[in-house]
């Protein structure tokens, strides 16, 4: 593997990973909205209210649980809304109410929320809800964009035939791996001084490997860290019998950063991008 040209290499980069469920996770937004579906129903009797104010004060002594979904109404996820004005400061709290039902109607009238339902701008707030959650749900992106080159790895070591819990494990640690195989890893670890965990662990007969997994689809001053560190911990794994460290990494932001990257590949020599799993690199390496 060795003879590769590190400029082709390079040139396979992606410019992203996204899959279909990237972008909203439906199962989780149904699935918040139909916890506190009941209470959005009571709710809805409010749509269109000619006297909105007295409804809802003898909604919320009949149902106080309804106050609970008011900040979601907002676009809030919290049971707690903080608010100021000429008129005083106040920290409202919607699972135990700590203020009076006229104090809420204050809340409800200065957020816009009585005109909201009132005035037929809304004419469902469970659909309305829903379109909350879906955009709330956006905000997740950044967590599952992280998991996305993990997942991708994942499945490509499944497709090879290793088993999870089994073959291979995930988000281990330097001293669970020492514990469950009597292996001597502190030379990454210095000398126990740091605990480092791995993304995934490939355990075959003859030997185990740590595997990072990333993927960066723009630049930042965080690729050349993770270049040098990745080429520090390949040379100390060396050093090690039985163990071999493995990097998949991927996308199109290492161009800027692609003098670091041209680095550590030239001394390590399990550097892999997502064309290498395609073609199977997987069967060749782990063995």
């Not at 809805?44 to 003898?58: M, P, V, W």
């Not at 004005?85 to 106040?90: A, C, K, L, R, V």
């Not at 460290?245 to 670091?260: L, P």
Request: aromatic share 14%; charged share 30%; net charge negative.
């Amino acid at each position: 593997m060795r003879n590769r040209d590190f400029t082709t290499w390079l040139s396979d980069f992606r410019d992203s990973i996204t899959d279909y469920k990237y972008y909203i996770d439906f199962e989780k937004v149904h699935r918040n909205v139909e916890s506190i579906k009941v209470e959005l129903n009571i709710l809805n009797s409010l749509i269109g209210s000619k006297n909105i104010e007295a409804d809802f004060e003898a909604l919320i002594e009949k149902y106080p649980e309804i106050l609970k979904c008011i900040p979601l109404l907002l676009a809030v996820r919290s049971n707690e809304i903080y608010a100021i004005d000429s008129d005083g400061e106040f920290t409202y709290k919607f699972k135990k109410p700590n203020m009076s039902a006229e104090q809420y109607k204050v809340f409800m009238r200065k957020t816009g929320l009585f005109d909201l339902m009132a005035n037929h701008i809304i004419n469902n707030i469970v659909d309305y809800v829903t379109g909350v959650e879906t955009g709330l749900d956006s905000n997740g992106r950044k967590n599952r964009g992280g998991h996305l080159m993990e997942n991708l790895i994942e499945s490509f070591i499944k497709k090879a035939g290793f088993t999870k819990d089994k073959t291979y494990f995930k988000e281990i640690y330097i001293h669970q791996i020492t514990e469950k195989w009597n292996i001597d890893l502190s030379a990454i670890s210095n000398q126990g001084k740091m605990e480092k965990r791995f993304d995934f662990v490939i355990k075959t007969e003859n030997m185990i490997y740590g595997i990072e997994t990333n993927f960066y689809g723009s630049n930042g001053s965080k690729l050349n860290e993770t270049a040098r560190s990745y080429k520090t911990l390949a040379m100390e794994a060396d050093t090690i019998n039985g163990f071999t460290f493995v990097w998949f990494t991927d996308g199109k932001g290492w161009t800027s950063a692609r003098n670091n990257l041209e680095e550590t590949f030239d001394v390590m020599e399990y550097i892999y991008n997502i064309k290498d799993l395609e073609n199977g690199i997987i069967n060749e390496v782990f063995k």
